[in-house]
């Protein structure tokens, strides 16, 4: 393997993944440029300015990674395979598309949220902001700039409560045994 520049190394480090591309590693980069986009995708989306706390998180470990990739042997870089981080098997176990196939309708829960937003952000946030600038309705101003926020703390809480309560525990079998009690009891 050809030892890379230090000069592009360095510079390259400074973008969350790129480093890691650089190197030849184009799955980990994409990996962590994937995640490093999510959380400012979400963050932005959804306003939460809170989750904002784990890039520079995600950039320290992305570029001190990218000269732990640099100063491997050839041993270790032959033991170190280009890998996604981030398996479904890893965090699903080897049996994710079930897990999947099981959890479809939390996915389906999912596209409706997104949908939903969409469509609050597209159509009715305009309509209410034209009722605002004509009424001067104070409230209704507070209410479109947190309402996003609004429904991922309801969801966030919900979850929580599911969490701490625990799935539904399932009641025992009725017993429906009949003894057996000979010939008599069955002509009779």
């Known amino acids: 393997m050809q030892r890379k520049s230090g000069l592009l190394t360095f510079l390259c480090a400074f973008v969350p993944g790129m480093g890691q591309m650089y190197m030849g590693y184009m799955k980990r980069g994409l990996s962590i440029m ?3 986009g999510a959380v400012i995708f979400v963050s932005a989306l959804l306003n939460i300015g809170l989750l904002c706390i784990l890039l520079p998180i995600i950039w320290a470990f992305s570029f001190f990674d990218t000269f732990n ?4 042997t050839p041993e270790q870089a032959a033991a170190n395979p280009d890998e996604f981080m981030f398996d479904p098997a890893s965090f699903m176990g080897e049996n994710w598309p079930k897990f999947i196939a099981k959890r479809h309708s939390l996915f389906g829960w999912l596209l409706i949220f997104v949908g939903l937003y969409s469509l609050y952000n597209t159509y009715l946030r305009p309509l209410l902001w034209d009722l605002y600038n004509t009424f001067h309705l104070m409230w209704l101003r507070a209410l479109l700039d947190d309402i996003p ?17 625990g799935p539904a525990k399932p009641e025992p079998p009725a017993e ?9 009891e069955q002509n009779g």
């Open 176 to 184: 429906d045994y009949t003894a057996f009690g000979g010939k008599e």
């Open 34 to 36: 994937l995640v490093f």
């Open 149 to 165: 926020t609004l429904v991922v703390a309801v969801l966030i809480i919900a979850l929580g409560l599911y969490l701490v309560k």
């Open 69 to 72: 990739l640099r100063g491997q």
